[in-house]
């Protein structure tokens, strides 16, 4: 993105020796430019023309990973302003403030709660990515904490504080863990690079304004640090949502390099954890890479890993599950059937009620390409002929003695037509999922 | 170095239209920049939130929604008022359900006279909506929308099948109207064409673009919502109209909101779960363009108009 041939040309050694297989220094850079070769096959290229290069092809928002292993988290590698273009693609991540001035068995307690924010829904287990270590007083205090939360949690980490000897002694502890640093500013980063390039970690850089941010990345980029993620600070709610505009904008259409990296907000409202979450829930709608909280609420922690599913669900594929038959519970041949769509929000909200029902049950998933009920209805994606072929294909009659059927509430109106199709009794069952328990209890 | 920011210019608006008459009516829409981007356009109007109260008592709210409406739950006039009076409501929206021929049926000429007395009771505007029967509602609203008659109330629903009566009825006695799209931009775009083709004005029409709840779908709304304003903003007039988002009927079905500890120990808490269920999917609206927000529980309410005031305080109301 963003070199032309002739900007290419500027960099080669421009002496024709023909090499790269190409008759001149100048066709060969019209080619690289349209991305059709290598910039690795001229042999004579100079490393600040590599450099150069290397950092034009990249994605205009980099993609930076924080930590290591299973549950690392990749923020970045954005391309569009709205979801609909094409889709949002790396979660932002969610992460935790944890003072290293609470004492060690509060750091504990805190660890374990957050430890158990997992939620399962719709098949996918949601869970927050991150920990923030911030310091309050002296090094030592601030090591320990980061050593202690290291071996309490497998979780990522950030390490909070603008001492230097404090995140070097906390860095040769948990480097190998690619914690993120915070936070690089004006004053700091001069003296701090060295110890980014030393541990190769990611870095937070934080400016009030885009041009000081502007100004440290470059700075950094040229020092070979890529790793960054941006902070404007604390400030207005409208004022951070212009500036994540304009940071995805400047990076996605005017290839801004010094800004093309994901950014982290703070939110940080103790005294009314609503606000804090409903502050939160604006920045994972708006851009942000890295959203960090104080409060470990469940509910708080539920409703933000939640939107988020939502926001970064692919527009173009909905979350689907296999079309097949699902046994609930120890089911026998005298058991229900129900069928439903194979929409993952359809099938998992009727799963979770058959399961509460406890009426072991077949659940079959009918395939509507990911279609909830009305709307495959709508679409003649869940029509008494669609039905009564996924019952054959399926073979469930195998599984049970009996040819009874219990169909959405909400179709009712294929009964007569499914019936002769099928050959199966139709029992129309409730509208709501909610409606299934007691539905399968008077049965 | 400097940083040269990009400005968006958009060629068109989002129409301005007014609910409610004299000293107590409210404005929403006039737009012509994207949510919360105040740098770029105008943004006058401030979202509205509206307080949704049934003429009958409803049977599967859960407790934690009920209890703030204890006692008035019987008597939707006395529901307004402690809307009104107690929880400062900018807007009422009343959900005539006990007209639903399964739900009690009650006459037409009855319903109507209900409209009238919460008029007299109730100084903030109101939002009118039928029983969802097609049938009843062809009888029902053009007969509450005369007891409203010049009241410039807000009426809904009209649909893709059944949009004329409403429109006729809006249309004579001088209301706006509600027009309901099963999310989807083109059956939107084209229902406000045929009621602008009965003759009623485009600054008369809100959308609704049918909302999903947070973990339930939100994000097909939220998208559709973004491309309708995109388009709106681009200049086309067939979608610059307001949206109004029905959030509390769809949040408090959601699990997460009405489900009590003892069932999911794992997520808490029932009680701030189920307002902060309702407040995050009204704020990710927000997000996406939302004008008019119908919600159920007066602390999410509060939530989230204290969210809505602190950002657009330099905004007058
Ligand atoms: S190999 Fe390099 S120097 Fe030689 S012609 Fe190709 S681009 Fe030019």
């Given at each position: 993105m963003g070199l032309s041939g002739l900007d290419?040309?500027?960099?080669?050694?421009?002496?024709?020796?023909?090499?790269?297989?190409?008759?001149t220094c100048l066709a060969f850079a019209m080619q690289l430019a349209k991305r059709q070769v290598s910039s690795e096959k001229c042999p004579y290229l100079s490393d600040e023309a590599k450099r150069t290069l290397e950092s034009a092809s990249r994605p205009p928002i980099k993609l930076i990973t924080i930590g290591e292993g299973d549950g690392k988290l990749e923020i970045g590698n954005e391309t569009v302003m709205f979801r609909h273009e094409e889709k949002f693609h790396h979660p932002c991540g969610l992460g935790f403030i944890i003072e290293d001035n609470l004492g060690d068995k509060e750091i504990s307690e805190t660890i374990k709660k957050i430890n158990a924010l997992n939620f399962e829904r719709v098949g996918c287990m949601l869970r927050p990515d991150l920990i923030a270590i911030r310091q309050n007083g002296n090094t030592d205090r601030f090591v320990q904490a980061v050593k202690a939360v290291r071996e309490q949690t497998s979780m990522n980490l950030m390490l909070m504080s603008k001492d230097f000897k404090a995140q070097q002694e906390a860095l040769k502890l948990v480097s190998s863990a690619r914690p993120l640093v915070y936070c690089l500013d004006k004053d700091n980063y001069q003296e701090f690079s060295s110890l980014i390039s030393e541990f190769k970690v990611p870095v937070v850089v934080c400016a009030q304004d885009l041009s000081g941010l502007s100004e440290i990345t470059q700075n950094l980029i040229n020092q070979g640090i890529e790793d960054i993620v941006l902070d404007t600070g604390k400030k207005a709610t409208t004022e951070k949502i212009w500036e994540m505009t304009q940071i995805r904008?400047?990076?996605?259409?005017?290839?801004?390099r010094s800004l093309g990296f994901p950014s982290l907000v703070i939110v940080e409202n103790r005294a009314d954890p609503f606000q804090e979450t409903l502050t939160a829930i604006t920045y994972i709608a708006k851009y942000a890479g890295i959203v960090l909280i104080s409060g470990n609420e469940t509910w708080e922690a539920l409703a933000l890993l939640t939107l988020r599913q939502n926001i970064y669900t692919d527009p173009?594929?909905?979350?689907?599950?296999?079309?097949?038959?699902?046994?609930?519970?120890?089911?026998?041949?005298?058991?229900?059937?129900?069928?439903?769509?194979?929409?993952?929000?359809?099938?998992?909200?009727?799963?979770?009620?058959?399961?509460?029902?406890?009426?072991?049950s077949y659940i079959v998933a009918s395939d509507t390409e990911g279609m909830s009920v009305l709307t495959a209805w709508a679409a003649e994606k869940f029509t008494a002929e669609t039905i009564a072929a996924t019952l054959d294909k399926c073979n469930i009659k195998d599984s049970v003695s009996h040819r009874r059927l219990i169909i959405p509430g909400y179709v009712a109106v294929l009964s007569g037509e499914l019936e002769e199709r099928s050959g199966w009794q139709i029992i129309v069952g409730p509208k709501e999922a909610s409606g299934i328990p007691s539905f399968l209890k008077n049965l | 170095m400097g940083i040269e920011l990009i400005y968006q210019k958009w060629s068109g608006k989002i129409n301005e239209v007014t609910i409610g008459s004299e000293s107590k009516a409210v404005k929403i829409g006039g737009q012509n920049s994207l949510p919360f981007l105040f740098k770029e356009g105008g943004l006058p109007n401030r979202p509205r939130i509206a307080f949704e109260i049934w003429d009958v008592p409803p049977q599967d709210w859960p407790d934690e929604l009920r209890r703030p409406y204890g006692g008035v739950l019987e008597d939707v006039i006395k529901w307004a008022e402690r809307c009104q009076e107690e929880y400062k409501a900018e807007i009422i929206c009343v959900r005539l359900l006990g007209a639903h021929p399964d739900l009690g049926n009650k006459p037409s000429a009855e319903e109507a006279r209900l409209v009238e007395l919460l008029l007299q009771k109730v100084a903030v505007p109101l939002i009118i909506l039928g029983c969802g029967d097609d049938q009843k509602d062809n009888e029902l609203m053009p007969v509450c929308c005369q007891a409203a008659r010049g009241k410039r109330c807000l009426v809904g629903s009209a649909v893709q099948d059944n949009y004329r009566t409403l429109t006729a009825a809006v249309l004579a006695d001088g209301h706006n109207i509600i027009a309901e799209s099963p999310i989807d931009i083109n059956i939107a775009k084209?229902?406000?064409?045929?009621?602008?083709?009965?003759?009623?004005?485009?600054?008369?029409?809100v959308i609704n673009p049918t909302v999903g709840a947070l973990g339930y779908g939100l994000e097909y709304a939220y998208s559709i919502m973004e491309r309708a304003r995109l388009a709106a903003l681009s200049g086309d007039k067939m979608l610059a109209m307001p949206f109004i988002c029905f959030v509390g009927q769809e949040s408090w079905r959601a699990k997460e909101?009405?489900?009590?500890?003892?069932?999911?120990?794992?997520?808490?808490?029932q009680r701030e779960r189920g307002i902060i269920w309702e407040a995050a999917t009204a704020v990710a609206f927000l997000q996406s363009g939302a004008d008019i927000l119908v919600m159920r529980h007066p602390e999410s309410v509060n939530c989230v108009r204290d969210y809505i005031n602190v950002n657009y305080q330099d905004v007058d109301s």
């Open positions: 290419i040309y500027k960099l080669l050694p421009k002496t024709n020796c023909r090499e790269c297989g190409f008759v904008r400047l990076s996605l259409f005017r290839s801004q173009q594929k909905p979350l689907c599950v296999e079309p097949k038959i699902y046994p609930v519970g120890n089911v026998n041949n005298n058991s229900p059937v129900l069928i439903t769509t194979n929409f993952s929000l359809t099938y998992y909200t009727v799963l979770g009620e058959v399961e509460a029902s406890k009426v072991p | 084209q229902l406000n064409i045929l009621i602008s083709d009965m003759g009623l004005a485009q600054d008369r029409i909101a009405k489900a009590l500890e003892t069932e999911f120990p794992q997520w808490g808490p």
